[in-house]
């Protein structure tokens, strides 16, 4: 098992958004994942009216997650990222993912 990091941004900052998109996120727990942690969403810095959240996860399978996370990544494995420009993500709230396996 890997612990992993990723960076998500929404197209939201409200916090009605975040809690559906946090339950939502429990799907991801039959792709891979055997547990994972969400941070509170704050406001994205750079873009008006998006939010930003980390999470972390124990993954078993890499390569599984990233396919149902996005059609299409940038980089390798244990450090990419994908956006709605270059790919369809697995929720229509989602904006962007950074995904990362820490060296440990």
């Not at 939502?24 to 009216?49: A, C, N, Q, W, Y």
């Not at 149902?68 to 904006?95: K, M, N, R």
Request: proline share 4%; with cysteine; hydrophobic share 40%.
């Amino acid at each position: 098992m890997k612990r992993a990091i990723m960076q998500i941004i929404i197209h939201s900052d409200r916090d009605e958004d975040y809690l559906a998109f946090k339950k939502d996120l429990h799907i991801i727990l039959e792709h891979g994942v055997t547990d994972f942690s969400l941070s509170p969403l704050r406001t994205d810095t750079m873009k008006t009216d998006y939010g930003e959240m980390y999470m972390t996860l124990s993954v078993n399978n890499v390569s599984e997650l990233l396919h149902f996370l996005a059609t299409s990544w940038s980089g390798p494995e244990d450090d990419c990222e994908t956006d709605t420009i270059q790919a369809d993500c697995f929720h229509p709230l989602v904006s962007y993912l950074y995904f990362q396996l820490p060296d440990v």
